[in-house]
């Protein structure tokens, strides 16, 4: 069993759509496929269902994808140590959210005309982590958003966010303006799994105890709203799909975009990062 092809297992079982992860990891859709095919005759059991609509994890699916993120995350952690060791340039910046922000690509810019002989290894991670992977050495710093718990972490504010609700666009409160977060009291929010951090869990859901279903991934979140019909929070101004709407949430604290690395790091590659950061994001032109 690779760790190309858990990472192939890994993207379909995200996207849960063959061509959207094939997208996703930069290759055709059939060499995919037969990878997939492969792992599943190797370990002698179905991973997906497929239908014309998509696929969807089975169980045995649903283990593998446990296992399969856990030791990916460990063989990049291990990459990592042994790079150091070797006495490598090198800095792992975790980034959760849209990579496309107009701030993350200047950022990135400006780091690469600084310091162009440094290896700049990117680890895009999903919703259950906002720290990136930071406090588990998997990266040694993270363009995140907070609240989370910040203890033994440096976080330093980049920008802050309005945030609205994302609906489906023929939902009945599609069409107001603005709301407050007592009129969606009544709906299904999605949840982060058990264990996530819970400062983050509580304000993606408003201050209170929600119920909904479970997901891990941006992708997941708007699929659940538009097959379920779940309402979640979104920081404003990202394009989505136009069977999904946005409304602003005048009563919400905005989403606050900030870099993070452990505290008291002394490593120069992280400082300057954590500087050209700040000039990044607060240029906006």
């Not at 497929?50 to 699916?61: D, E, K, M, N, Y």
């Not at 291990?78 to 200047?106: E, F, K, M, N, Q």
């Not at 929010?189 to 996530?196: S, Y």
Request: contains cysteine; glycine residues 8%; proline residues 7%.
């Amino acid at each position: 069993m690779e760790l190309r092809t858990l990472r192939y297992f890994v993207a379909v079982a995200e996207e849960l759509h063959f061509g959207r992860a094939a997208t996703r990891l930069h290759m055709s859709q059939p060499p995919l496929s037969r990878a997939i095919k492969q792992l599943e005759a190797e370990l002698g059991a179905l991973l997906f269902t497929r239908s014309p609509a998509g696929v969807s994890l089975t169980p045995v699916g649903s283990v593998l994808l446990d296992e399969a993120r856990a030791l990916l995350d460990q063989a990049d952690h291990v990459r990592a140590r042994v790079s150091a060791a070797a006495g490598l340039a090198a800095l792992t910046v975790g980034i959760l959210g849209d990579s496309t922000d107009p701030g993350a690509t200047r950022l990135a810019a400006a780091y690469r005309r600084t310091h162009p002989t440094v290896d700049i290894r990117i680890r895009d991670t999903d919703l259950t982590d906002p720290t990136c992977g930071l406090r588990a050495g998997l990266v040694d710093v993270a363009l995140t958003r907070a609240p989370f718990d910040e203890t033994a972490l440096t976080v330093v504010e980049l920008r802050a966010d309005p945030v609205g609700v994302v609906l489906r666009a023929d939902d009945p409160l599609a069409d107001r303006g603005r709301l407050r977060l007592a009129d969606l009291g009544d709906r299904r929010w999605f949840q982060f799994p058990d264990g996530t951090d819970p400062l983050w869990q509580a304000y993606w859901n408003g201050g209170e105890r929600r119920e909904g279903p479970v997901v891990r991934v941006v992708h997941e979140c708007l699929q659940a709203v538009l097959w379920n019909g779940t309402v979640g929070l979104a920081p404003l101004g990202h394009d989505l799909p136009a069977e999904l709407a946005v409304v602003p949430l005048i009563d919400m604290p905005p989403s606050r975009v900030v870099a993070v690395c452990n505290e008291g790091d002394s490593n120069p590659l992280i400082r300057s990062f954590i500087e050209m950061a700040r000039a990044a994001y607060s240029d906006r032109h």
